[in-house]
């Protein structure tokens, strides 16, 4: 799991299926989709914001911290970034409905 998040730091992950995740066992699922997570991912697909700041506002969130779950969730293929007017701003995208989690039940 470290791995993983220190790929995505790196900017190492490049996710062929971007909405999929195959965790090792439940404990992976809750590291990557903390409820905070879901939450964003939620906010981004139903109210569009127009950039990182305005979605920490709709979270009640620091901007940073934001912007940090931005990042990891773009590293793994959850979520994309699209870029504003005069290329400033950062427009979160979330163009899908459902995420679908597989976990092994075998070793």
Request: proline share 4%.
């Amino acid at each position: 799991m470290n791995q993983l998040f220190e790929k995505v730091k790196e900017g190492e992950i490049n996710e062929s299926e971007p909405h999929k995740i195959v965790a090792r066992n439940t404990d992976d699922i809750g590291k990557i989709l903390t409820r905070e997570r879901i939450r964003l991912l939620h906010t981004i697909r139903q109210n569009k914001p127009g950039s990182i700041s305005e979605l920490a506002r709709m979270l009640n969130r620091k901007e940073s911290n934001v912007h940090n779950d931005i990042t990891f969730l773009e590293g793994i293929g959850l979520l994309e970034i699209k870029k504003g007017i005069n290329h400033v701003k950062k427009i979160p995208v979330v163009d899908y409905d459902a995420l679908h989690i597989t976990v092994p039940l075998t070793a």
